[in-house]
């Protein structure tokens, strides 16, 4: 008897890519459901044109991947199928994964969900690119990292509640964590998944993006204590404390300045280092170390105004970079 699985598309503005998204499921899952965060794009439109149902978001609250993903699923109803593959927009799922992630969770009846390799489409077009490729290579196990594109067993997916709809940012991981709070396991296994589209050509994307992150991370440490701690610590040390303490050394003792800098450069020369170990040419390389190095301010910019928006106690709005 074939197992049934069904498919929850989320997607805003992503037109260009969304006939490509729905037509790998199309013909294999029994349900798609392609949920729309407000595209002025003509998304709607096309998914109507592919044939599949469309569940329009209300913009009288605010949008988010996180509540696409669950008014999706709740829209598939007490009929759905055993598993669900969840896709965003911007992801082209690989052929073969469907199978091939339904098989595991077959074999693994602990396993919550599964994700595989997840590769940006073109990570050579841009530093920018090629660093969110680098981002997305996670490590195998039963204890993934979040990702927004898996395939999940539905009873774990509902046991979760699924994910915070308040969340901007890392929602996945928050779900992966409170799913492995109930006993179950998130695995992240070899098979190739699916192929990104970033999009990341110019700084200031990618700037809004690392703190989109930035958000994350300090927002992940609030709902669950010690979690990314270790992102939050290397922000405040490179970009916070260390400035700090070069201006202080500006005006105070100016050999402090000179120690803070062959920090930073040391620090950038080891990482560049490592790049060029994967492969990345030297500009490349140095290039890449250095935006790494940017990113700390722009996460602890992004952690300021999580905490900023929490004392505030409004809601958070979506950081969009494309």
Known sequence: MRVEYDAVVIGRNEAARLGAALGAVLGLARRVIYVDSGS???????????????????PARPFSAARARNEGFAALGEDRAAFVQFI????????????RALGFLEAHPQAGLVIGRYREEAPEASVYNWLTDWEWDKPEGPEAAGIGTFMARAGAFAQTGGFRDSMIAAEDDEMFLRMRGLGWQ??????????????????????RRMIRAGHSFAELGALHPGTAAAAQRRALLWGGLLPLAGLAGAVL???????????????????GLRFARMGAAPARAGAAAGLVMLSKFANLYGMGWYWL???RRSDAQIIEYK
């Open 40 to 58: 002025r794009d003509g998304s709607v439109g096309l998914a109507r044109a592919n044939g599949v149902e469309v569940l329009e978001l209300d």
């Open 88 to 99: 965003d927009a911007d992801c082209l799922l690989v052929p073969g994964w469907l199978e």
């Open 186 to 207: 998130t695995w992240s296994i070899a098979a190739p998944m699916c192929s990104h589209d970033a999009g990341l050509h110019r700084f200031r994307p990618w700037w």
């Open 253 to 271: 003792w100016w050999p402090l300045v000179v120690g803070v800098v062959a920090l930073y450069l040391a620090a950038m020369a080891r990482q």
């Open 309 to 311: 928006r929490r004392l």
